[in-house]
């Protein structure tokens, strides 16, 4: 599809065919590459490079053959449709065994009331002794009901009648949680996570989780209490999940229709730090705050002050954030901030990651109380991953989910009830020094569990003791044989209405206006940096003008380029500041919210044209009187104005691609490569005879080549008699004037009714020129069209990446676990979508900025 798209763009735009047809194979031929060298199995990379080599040959045998252009196109239109209808069949037949599977299974599901969790003990059997894992399948067959409705009151035991006694009385207290008011519960039923090499995360977990109540989430290192949130989040795409996952006693609710009710307060302090507390909480309000909960008047500012007087920072509202160069409110104080930050927007479901790291016990107790409150007074159901807190903070929880190394269940219950199951069933000691949230971390970890059961302050089998894996088997075994006792039953469906899913926020218009606000706040207090990136510029621009004077012709054709490569150097790094660096973490956070990456993405892009006037004028200001160019400051200000616009979008994608470090390095490799290809040294000519012009598809892609084309005409045009036009330069520099691309001996020798200067030619024909006629390569560009319109490609291109990056990082892909990127293997048919969707706009792009006149 990719291939013919651009064969008739180009082709119709009047390129020569031979290079249109080597530029439409070029792709498959790139992709059949891909494909060989990939990793893999081997039968997709064999079957994805006879595919590429076909459609090679698809491209480029009519050609060979000598076929016309028009036959080469209907050949490729027919190949295409064949491809077409086969994929189309084969998506139906997809769809019709789908369809039959998914009558199958609910067929299955109403024949057996109850389901045996014995496919997912099959899945990690590799992992774990045999003999244990049948033991494991024979004890829990049964246990948990394919429906809510299956477990029913009548065989509930004493301890949970009296569990749903406990909610039911909370129907009838103002702020407890389990009130029938809008809300999210959760169930797991034989939930598994894997990664793509089948190593287990999460093992068989099932457990209860009630609306409105908070739920700590404890666990040694490795025992996934990252990963559940992460499968109960939707941001565990870097794995394959298994199981049932029920939204208020519903499988039909997926969690990705949750996102718009969903908050996520990550373990790092992510938010604009040269923000205010109150600015950071009210842009968030502005964005993402429900429009049927708004208050009348400003509500903005009354929702931030409330919530910042919730959490204890209304003394700070107006002090900085802060970071490591500027003082500003203390850890602890941001940690609050983050957690404002989801407070504000009302989330019905609230993730936590270690809010409690680095934080000493007095702070720590603070923000879980926080939580826990707020759980219980907005029905906001919150889970926090922690680590050992003291036994006060332990029990602000509601409940306590503690998973073993390897990823099994070892308890989910009351917090209350924790203690009492430790010791009864898994015969543990308390001694009355020790904290009670310590012991339960030493009797879930193999090696603090086999110092307990030599104290005799444990009772578990010796061979439970043998790994990891053994010690989390017998607990999840222990803990299945028990959880109808300790456990929560699972919600019924219609017995929690869902909140508001998709609610309406603010509109395209306030949210551009509440980002192009917070950026221009943002670049206000940071404009030291940009004098500083200016200062810079100006230091280069007065190092040029000292160490290379234009007393000579090369040196008159040589020192602008050279001053525009400075400029180009010191822009696209400033530019990074948007998008890079620490704002690329603030992005993935808000892009995970739900925010519009598109509005952040022009909001922020409307700001930086403020930076891009400053720079221009700069420049001007400092460059235009002392260079030895002869031309109106106005006619050099919007050239150096769409120069630095279109350095500016190369930098958004470089920033948005690469880490910071990368981005710089980059920028700086493409900044010299653009040099290279402005068309002094080498030779504009030299350049125009390499590869019959092929150059000319990379050089399209330098800002600097355009600009510098742009101004050498100008100054030609602006001097009749002065500059490049006096008589003893054409004649002292005429060898070099030719070699630059300004045959100025040639264009004097056309009349003005020809267009001596091939304005009214395309881009490549004035390029190249044309050996049959005469006419000499000329260099010159005619208007900076194409800088504006390389800037808006560039935009484009950033926006789709981001667009990328975000989605990849809200879903999961990127995650790190074990110290090792695990990405999923997405669809080779979207991957190659994507490659050839930006090819094809790629070749489009060039296409119309050679084809300019």
């Known amino acids: 599809i990719i291939s013919l798209g651009p064969l008739g763009l180009m082709y119709g735009a009047g390129l020569p065919w031979e290079l249109t047809v080597f530029l439409a194979a070029f792709w498959p031929f790139t992709w059949m590459i891909h494909y060989l060298l990939m990793a893999g199995t081997g039968s997709i990379r064999i079957k994805g490079a006879v595919m590429a080599l076909l459609t090679v040959l698809v491209m480029c045998l009519p050609f060979l053959l000598g076929i016309q252009p028009l036959g080469h196109l209907i050949v490729v239109s027919c190949f295409l449709l064949v491809f077409i209808l086969g994929k189309v069949a084969k998506v139906m037949l997809a769809l019709c065994r789908r369809s039959r599977a998914e009558e199958d299974a609910m067929v299955a599901r109403e024949a057996h009331e109850q389901v045996s969790d014995g496919p997912c003990i099959e899945l990690i059997a590799s992992h774990i002794d045999r003999e244990a894992a049948s033991r494991l399948s024979d004890d829990t067959v049964g246990i948990y009901p394919t429906t809510p409705s ?3 009151t009548d065989d509930l035991t004493p301890s949970n009648a009296d569990c749903l006694q406990d909610r039911a009385s909370a129907d009838r207290e103002p702020n407890s949680f389990g009130q029938a008011r809008p809300g999210v519960s959760i169930g ?4 598994c996570l894997f990664l793509p090499a089948g190593t287990p995360i999460l093992r068989s977990v099932s457990l209860n989780i009630p609306a409105g109540c908070s739920v700590a989430i404890m666990g040694p290192s490795g025992s996934g209490k990252s990963s559940i949130t992460n499968v109960l989040s939707g941001r565990a795409g870097y794995g394959k999940v298994t199981g049932e996952i029920l939204i208020n006693g519903s499988p039909d609710i997926g969690i990705g229709r949750l996102r718009s009710v969903v908050g996520f307060v990550p373990q790092d302090d992510v938010m604009h730090r040269n923000l205010t507390c109150a600015e950071t909480v009210a842009f968030q309000a502005a964005l993402r705050l429900p429009k049927h909960l708004r208050k009348e008047g400003d509500w903005a500012a009354a929702e931030t002050h409330e919530t910042l007087k919730k959490i204890g920072l209304d003394h700070v509202q107006n002090t900085l954030i ?81 998973l073993a190394a390897g990823g099994y269940l070892a308890f989910a219950g009351k917090t209350t009830e924790a203690m009492g199951y430790f010791q009864t069933k898994l015969g543990v000691s308390f001694p009355s020094t020790a904290n009670p949230a310590d012991i339960f971390m030493d009797a879930i970890s193999v090696e603090s569990a086999a110092k307990l059961a030599s104290q005799g302050m444990m009772a578990v089998p010796e061979d439970a003791l043998e790994t990891r894996d053994s010690l989390g088997l017998f607990l999840s075994r222990v803990w299945r044989k028990n959880h109808r006792k300790y456990g929560c039953p699972a919600t019924r469906p219609d017995e929690v209405p869902l909140p508001k899913l998709d609610p309406e926020v603010c509109s395209w218009t306030e949210g551009m206006l509440a980002q192009v606000q917070r950026a221009a706040i943002q670049a206000q207090r940071s404009l030291s940096q940009s004098l500083g990136f200016s200062t810079v510029m100006v230091l280069g621009v007065v190092a040029v003008l000292c160490g290379v004077p234009g007393d000579c012709v090369f040196n008159m054709i040589f020192q602008p380029g050279l001053v525009l490569f400075f400029v180009m150097l010191c822009q696209s790094v400033s530019s990074h500041r948007h998008f890079g660096g620490a704002e690329r973490v603030v992005a993935w956070r808000e892009a995970g919210t739900g925010s519009n990456m598109i509005l952040y993405f022009f909001g922020r892009d409307l700001c930086a044209i403020i930076e891009v006037l400053v720079g221009a004028v700069v420049l001007t200001l400092t460059y235009w009187p002392n260079m030895p160019l002869l031309m109106g400051h106005h006619t050099f200000f919007w050239a150096v104005f769409a120069y630095i616009y279109a350095i500016y979008g190369m930098g958004f994608i470089l920033s948005i691609m690469f880490d910071p470090n990368t981005a710089q390095m980059v920028s700086v490799f493409c900044s010299f490569v653009c040099f290279l290809f402005m068309g002094v040294q080498p030779a504009f000519v030299d350049l125009a005879k390499g590869s019959n012009g092929g150059i000319f598809y990379i050089i399209a892609f330098s800002p600097l ?36 691309g300004l045959p100025l001996d040639w264009i004097r020798e056309q009349p003005e009714e020809e267009d001596p200067w091939q304005c009214n030619a395309r881009s490549w024909d004035r390029w190249l020129g044309d050996a049959a006629t005469g006419r000499p390569p000329i260099s010159s560009v005619c208007n900076v069209t194409p800088l504006y319109m390389l800037g808006i ?11 990328v990056v975000s989605k990849t990082h809200v879903t999961g892909d990127s995650a ?10 997405n669809s080779a048919l979207v991957n190659a979508g994507f490659d050839a969707f930006i090819l094809a706009l790629t070749n489009f792009t060039v296409c119309m900025l050679l084809s300019s006149r």
């Open 150 to 152: 299956a477990a029913s």
């Open 188 to 191: 797991l039923r034989n939930v």
């Open 322 to 402: 802060g970071d490591e160069h500027v003082r500003g409110i203390s850890g602890g104080q941001r940690k609050r901030v983050s957690i404002a930050m989801e407070f504000i927007a009302k989330p019905a479901l609230l993730f936590l990651d270690e809010p409690t790291s680095g934080l000493d016990s007095t702070t720590s107790h603070s923000v879980i109380e926080l939580v826990a409150e707020n759980a219980r007074a907005s029905n906001c159901t919150s889970l926090a991953v922690i680590h050992q807190p003291r036994y006060e903070t332990f029990l602000l929880f509601d409940y306590t989910i503690l």
């Open 705 to 740: 080549r355009w600009v510098h084309g742009f101004l050498m005409r100008e100054h030609i045009l602006k001097t009749p008699d002065a500059g490049f036009n006096n008589r003893l330069i054409i004649l002292i520099g005429k060898n070099t004037m030719d070699k630059v």
């Open 793 to 803: 490609w560039f935009r484009f291109l950033a926006v789709v990446w981001l667009l």
């Open 816 to 825: 790190v676990i074990d110290g090792a990127k695990k990405s999923r293997r």
